[in-house]
Structures are given as C-alpha cells and as structure tokens.
C-alpha cells in the first residue's frame, strides 16, 4: 500500500479522499490555492501545501506546480478527484514519467475511452449498446448527409474531444446538418485543439442512467450497478439516485454487465462510469465514459457497502479487487441532492459569500458530504457546491420521505442554496412517481 497520497482537489471531494486515506492508514497530503488557504478540511490533512493562487490554471490545474508539491511532500501516488486533472491523459502521463502512481487509469486506456470516436468503436466491439451513427469521424459532407438519411433525423453532431456539454449541434433537417458541421468541426478544433466530429441519432425523450464500474490491474472488472441521473439543469446534474427507477432487472443487468465488459476491454483500472441514455421503451445508448470518481459516487456506495475511493486507491496500489461479481447485490435505495451555492429564484446565479448558519441534518441513514462548517466562505472562483446531501432507506418511497425530512432540518444561510428547489422536488408527484426525463426539471422552472 501506499505511504503517502497527494489529493490534487479541493473541497468536498478532497475531505472525501483524506477520509479515505486516513481509514487506509495512508498519510494525506493536500494542495490548495490562497482562495482555499482557510479552509478546515485542510486541517485534516497530515500536510497542506500551497500552489499558488486564486485562478485554477495557477493552481489545481497547473502541472508543474501540482508535481513540484508531490516531490516537495514526497508522495507515491496523485489521486485527481473529479473535474481539474482528472481526464487528462498528458497529467497521467507525467505522473508515470516522474515515477508517480496516478490514481485511475493508465494514460494509454483514458485515451481510448476519452475520445468519444475510439470509445465507441471500443464499446461496439465489445458488444456494448451505442447509438446509430457514423462509423467513427466524419471525413466529408456528403458522408454525413448519407449517415443522417439513413438513421433518420433529428441527428447530433459531437466534438470527439468534447467534453462538459460543449460542441454538440442537434440538427432537424439536411440544410441545418451541411451548415452545421462545418462551424461544429472549426469550434472543436478551437475549443480542444482537434476538430474531429461525428454524427449520431439523436435522442428526444430520454433518461439519464450510468453504470459504476470498477477494474484492476490483474485484468478483473465489475459493475457496481447504476444511477439514474435525469434530474440536470444545462446538463448539469441536481439529484442522482440508485438503483434507477422502474428499469426492468434484465435490462439492468444486460446494460449493467456490457459495461463491465467495455471496462475490461480498456484494460482500465480503477473507478469509471460509463453513461447511457434510455429510451421510453427502455432501449440504452452509450453516451460516453467518464474516467475518474464522479460526484455522485456515494449514492452507489450506500446501496452497495462498496467504498468506492477506498477501492480507486487499493488498485491503483496494485491489489486485485477484493469483489467478485456475485459479491455485488443492490440493498434498498439511495439518493443524493446536490446542494449547491446558487439561487433558485434568480436563475441559479452563484452565491459565493460567508456561510454564518449551517446546521446539518442527522439522524437514520443520512450522509453528508461535505467541506463546509460554520463561519466558511465559498469562493467565487470554483464550482459552487457546497457538499451532497445522500439518504439511504429501504425502498425508494422511503428513501424520498428521508430526504425530504433531512432537507427540513438543513439549515444554511444567509447565502441561497438549492434546498428549497430540492424540498420541492421531493414533493412533486412526477418526481415521486420516477422516471422523469433529463428535461423534465428545465421544464418544471419554466
Ligand atoms: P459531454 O462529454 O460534453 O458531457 P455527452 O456525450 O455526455 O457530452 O452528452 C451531454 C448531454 O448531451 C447528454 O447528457 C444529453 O443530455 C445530450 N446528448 C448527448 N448525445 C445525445 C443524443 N444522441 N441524443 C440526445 N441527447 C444527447
């Protein structure tokens, strides 16, 4: 095992990985910007080092000063969190070279799933579910309209390096897919320096639903089941929930086991979700693979007892996973509501500022995830989520009621926060029923 870690995050997720290492008897060393230099986690740390200030790319993203940190402390390992480093290929690569162990995949198998053209050649052989399109990039115009013709429109044009909702185009009609891909290809070569697009169906009513996997270096891989994650706002998600609601137990598993499949496939260890939509007739369509922990790992957790980071740190130290598939059985229901520093009313507009109330709530199976104490200042310069409130209850009725009685007693100001929208989420007889689609909150705020 692993002496000592550098977790190269900050904020909840980085609390996540010192909790972690101190279970693990692995000594934690944090880097934090001067934005964060008061924050308490910090002091949980057996070190904090500090890379600079406020703006991400002088800090939590600038690669010489995150690997001068890791050889002032010492280290064996860098685990990335999510967001910042984490999918990049080249910081894994550096890691290697400086005989660092990065805490995920090898550069060579973030490579393969990062880019969405050679992931989905990668699934489709290994008989994962993928959405018609075009075999691979798009190399000229009338290809595309011929591809489009036949799966029929509306189609969306993607970057194959794209990533965070950007440099997609949907398109209607055969004049809008000529027009479009043109500008799509120069916009993906100026946003990720590679102007490589494809075309694929595109999907009008569809759920959000994600496999947790887990593989190791000696050639094992699993599914930990999935979440449904359709309640997203601008693509971004708001509550996540395990296992997803009203999907048949042979389409889960199917879905759930040619995930695991691709996972081995990659020769990937460590942790990786891999996304799908599904359709009203509960069709899946692999949308991509993400590489790393995701936020809302802890739902997955709580129905399964698998510590997910605990698990990210053992393989990538080496060791085989300790689970085989059969050890693997979902137990009740899990949901998380991301709370985040924002308002609700005034168009979810970030509300960085001093947090002088923060009573948590407590109690049966309830889990909070969180970076925040009274008296802490959310920056302005960083995500705004203050942490991730998670409930586990037997079924998913109970689980709602949980939540529900948990955000009552949550109390945070004078900043805004996501609760109320939550609260009344937890009330709303669609979101009850489940199986609400990935626009059905865009619509409810309209
Ligand atoms: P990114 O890497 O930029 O997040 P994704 O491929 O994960 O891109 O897609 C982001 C979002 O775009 C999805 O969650 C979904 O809402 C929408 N989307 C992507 N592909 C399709 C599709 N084929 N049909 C319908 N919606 C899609």
């Known amino acids: 095992m692993f002496r000592r870690i550098l977790i190269a995050n900050r904020g909840e997720i980085a609390l996540r990985i010192i909790r972690a ?136 044009i993607k970057a194959s390096a794209g990533g965070g909702g950007r440099g997609m185009k949907v398109c209607h009609n055969e004049a809008t897919l000529r027009t479009n891909l043109r500008i799509a290809s120069q916009e993906a070569l100026a946003a990720f320096g590679n102007g490589a697009v494809f075309i694929e169906k595109f999907l009008e009513h569809a759920r959000h639903v994600e496999v947790q996997c887990l593989g190791d270096k000696h050639g094992h891989a699993i599914h930990l089941f999935e979440r449904d994650c359709s309640t997203q706002r601008r693509h971004q998600k708001l509550i996540e929930e395990a296992p997803g609601p009203l999907i048949d137990r042979k389409r889960r598993d199917a879905t759930c086991e040619a995930a695991a499949r691709l996972i081995k496939a990659a020769e990937y260890s460590g942790a990786a979700t891999v996304e799908f939509l599904m359709d009203g007739k509960q069709n899946f369509y692999m949308l991509e693979v993400n590489t790393r922990v995701q936020v809302e790992h802890p739902v997955t957790e709580m129905i399964t007892g698998v510590d997910i980071v605990k698990m990210s740190i053992l393989v990538a130290a080496g060791e085989p996973l300790p689970y085989k598939q059969k050890d693997i059985e979902i137990r009740g229901h899990a ?54 409130l998670i409930v586990h209850a ?53």
């Open 335 to 388: 949901m998380e509501c991301r709370i985040n520093a924002e308002d609700p009313d005034k168009n979810f507009m970030p509300c960085a500022g001093r947090i002088t109330t923060f009573e948590p709530p407590g109690g049966p199976g309830v889990r909070l995830d969180s970076h925040v104490v009274t008296g802490y200042t959310v920056p302005p310069n960083y995500d705004s989520m203050i942490g991730k």
């Open 21 to 156: 290492c101190r279970e693990l008897g692995v000594e934690a060393v944090c880097v934090y910007s001067t934005a964060d230099k008061d924050a308490p986690y910090l002091k949980l740390a057996d070190r904090a080092i500090c890379i600079g200030p406020p703006p991400a790319r002088e800090s939590y993203i600038n690669i010489p000063k995150i690997i001068a940190a890791a050889e002032i402390a010492d280290v064996d390992a860098i685990h990335p969190g999510y967001g910042f480093l984490s999918e990049r290929a080249d910081f894994a690569q550096i890691c290697r070279d400086c005989k660092i162990e990065f805490i995920g995949p090898s550069p060579e198998a973030m490579a393969k799933l990062g880019d969405k053209v050679e992931c989905k050649r990668t699934a489709k052989a290994a008989k994962v579910p993928i959405f018609p399109g075009s075999e691979g990039a798009i190399e000229d115009e009338e290809e595309a309209v011929k591809v489009a013709s036949e799966i029929g429109y509306p189609v969306i």
């Open 394 to 446: 037997d079924d998913r009725e109970q689980c709602m009621n949980r939540m529900a009685r948990a955000l009552r007693e949550f109390n945070v100001g004078p900043i805004k926060t996501t609760i109320p929208l939550h609260q009344r989420l937890m009330e709303n007889a669609d979101f009850r029923k489940g199986g609400v689609d990935i626009h059905y909150l865009e619509r409810l705020l309209k």
